[in-house]
């Protein structure tokens, strides 16, 4: 079947399959169906005519009821509701007749009544504090919270709970900046329901610095796991993950299920902040020392892989050691030796992290194995062995790869062959920071008009190395010995990029201002928009508006001027800053 053939069959069918379908749809008969359509649309005059009319016709009809205040409020008709709430709870009481009457009744500010409609209420709810939570929430939208504070007063007596609506309470008191009373309520939602641990979390992180010693104060009086949770959270939020974890640790009980869930916890909600790399890693360490088997190897090896995030290779080391022997066939004992080849890249050992690969081979699928050859390639690289590097790599015909033997190439400073690999890789061989790195790369060297130029490729080297400062200073000459537009002002600007890096403000702004006045549409509207933020971080903001503006005017087309214009902002204090 052709695709014009198979396109009209399917047309076909669709039209054919339609008509039926749509008859199933539920269609809301007379007044009612006309208000929810009116409503869908916008018109909510419309809707609130035809809403009143069901009314009138059934007057419990908790649907046109409910969608008669929904289309008043947005045409600020709300006291509107008071008689057909009344009539509602008089044909037929039910929770949502009740509901629309205590808004009603709060709407008017007429709380006696909007008491007695809820107490009305609880006889039916059977000492449930939704009807009370009605009455909570509707002061508080109309801005009265003494009322409020009073009806949770009111609804734990009646309740006969001192803790009922805690969480209600909570979001009171911190309203009224009373952090030590909304940590004590935000403890007690929680005791009665644990899910709240996390909404408190939220609620109490935003403490002002001031009175974070008044939130753990108040956490302290409270001896149980629940409080140490949130104490841990929020000491993990407010920068102090570290003492966070010693916190948790020091208060976990000896039973290990409920312990483990605290650590994992922890643990999980300091996935995606790097800085808490090594709280993370101590938090998966104790929770394998009270585990055992699977769950204490992959609890390890995760403790191994956030140590080495947080740049502690020591303690990964440490971490692994423990990893019980004669697990060699596990999944864990695969991830242990992958984490513990880049342990030993991290340490410049590549000998070490080649043969340890060599022991992974048949337990490893063949794109991590692949992945973790070319992270020794260049750990060959950077320990000045280029050659054994390029071996690492022999075989390798995927995307990555090619994009790996490029930046190799580089390094040896033949400029072509890395064009032609990094060409070859496309703009999406790797993660993200690899491709942007490689696009940054091969901006850089696509105008020089030299086949080879090995000062380049150990610049680079030396900065793959981490050596900036001989990196920068190689930089600054092969800047110098080009012409501006082959590649000179490009080398200048990353000379330039990594004097700042080292902190080295004045030599950064003279190569700064150097590659700026190349005048190169590729590299003078970067060059300037980089030495307003320099500038703007001496507070030399005349200085940086000036450079801003040209730059804006100068280059209109180029991708800076969003940037800019955000710097230029901040810089004339009309947005803050970022």
Do not use: C
Request: hydrophobic share 50%.
């Amino acid at each position: 079947m052709t695709r014009v053939a198979s396109f009209v069959f399917m047309l076909t069918l669709l039209v054919g399959i339609a008509p039926p379908l749509m008859a199933q749809r539920p269609q809301v008969p007379g007044d009612l169906g006309v208000a929810l359509d009116a409503e869908r649309r916008g018109d909510f005059a419309a809707a609130a005519v035809a809403y009143q009319r069901a009314l009138a016709a059934n007057q419990a009809d908790a649907t046109a009821l409910m969608g008669l205040e929904r289309s008043l409020e947005p045409l600020n008709r709300s006291g509107e509701m008071l008689v057909p709430a009344q009539a509602a709870v008089a044909r037929a009481p039910s929770p949502a007749a009740y509901s629309v009457l205590v808004r009603a009744w709060v709407t008017h500010r007429n709380v006696d009544s909007a008491r007695a409609a809820v107490a009305g209420w609880s006889a039916m709810a059977k000492g449930e504090p939704a009807p009370y939570r009605e009455l909570v929430q509707a002061l508080v939208r109309t801005r009265q919270r003494a009322e409020a504070k009073r009806a949770v007063e009111w609804g734990r007596v009646q309740l006969g709970n001192d803790n009922a609506m805690a969480y209600d309470m909570a979001q009171l008191r911190a309203s009224e900046g009373d952090w030590t009373g909304a940590t004590r309520e935000w403890l007690a939602a929680a005791r009665e329901l644990p899910g709240y641990r996390l909404t408190a979390l939220a609620a109490l992180t935003p403490v002002p610095v001031r009175e974070r010693a008044t939130v753990r104060t108040a956490l302290g009086t409270e001896r149980t796991l629940e409080a140490r949770e949130l104490e841990a959270g929020l000491l993990a939020r407010w920068g102090d993950p570290d003492e966070a974890v010693k916190v948790l640790i020091a208060a976990l009980p000896s039973d290990r299920v409920r312990a483990s869930e605290a650590l994992r916890g922890f643990a999980s909600g300091l996935q995606t902040r790097p800085d808490a790399a090594r709280a993370r890693g101590a938090a998966l360490e104790e929770l394998a020392r009270r585990n055992s088997g699977d769950a204490a190897a992959r609890a390890r090896v995760e403790a191994a892989q956030a140590y080495q995030q947080a740049g502690d290779q020591a303690a990964a080391r440490r971490v692994l050691a423990a990893l019980p022997a004669g697990r060699s066939g596990s999944a864990a004992a695969a991830s242990a030796g992958s984490t513990l080849i880049g342990v030993l890249l991290s340490e410049g050992k590549p000998a070490e992290a080649e043969a340890e690969l060599a022991k992974l081979r048949d337990r490893l699928p063949a794109d991590e194995w692949q992945a973790l050859r070319r992270s020794i390639a260049l750990g060959w690289a950077r320990a000045g062995q280029l050659d054994r590097g390029a071996a690492a790599l022999a075989g390798d015909s995927t995307v990555e790869g090619l994009a790996a033997r490029g930046r190799l190439a580089l390094f040896r400073g033949d400029i072509k062959t890395a064009v032609d690999l990094f060409r070859a890789a496309g703009p999406y061989a790797g993660s993200r920071e690899e491709a942007a790195h490689r696009t940054a790369l091969l901006a850089l060297v696509q105008p020089l008009t030299a086949d080879t130029l090995p000062a380049l490729g150990a610049a680079l080297l030396a900065l793959e190395q981490g050596d900036s400062a001989r990196g920068a200073k190689v930089l600054e000459q092969v800047g110098d010995a080009l012409p501006a537009e082959k590649g000179g002002a490009g080398v200048t600007l990353l000379a330039a990029s990594v004097r700042g890096s080292l902190g080295d403000s004045t030599d950064a702004e003279a190569l700064l201002r150097k590659a700026a006045a190349s005048a190169l549409p590729a590299t003078a509207p970067a060059a300037e928009l980089e030495l307003a933020r320099l500038l703007l971080a001496q507070r030399r903001s005349a200085e940086a508006i000036g450079l801003l503006e040209h730059l804006i005017l100068t280059w209109p087309e180029s991708a800076t001027v969003p940037e800019a214009r955000r710097a230029l902002d901040e810089a004339k204090g009309a947005v803050p800053p970022t």
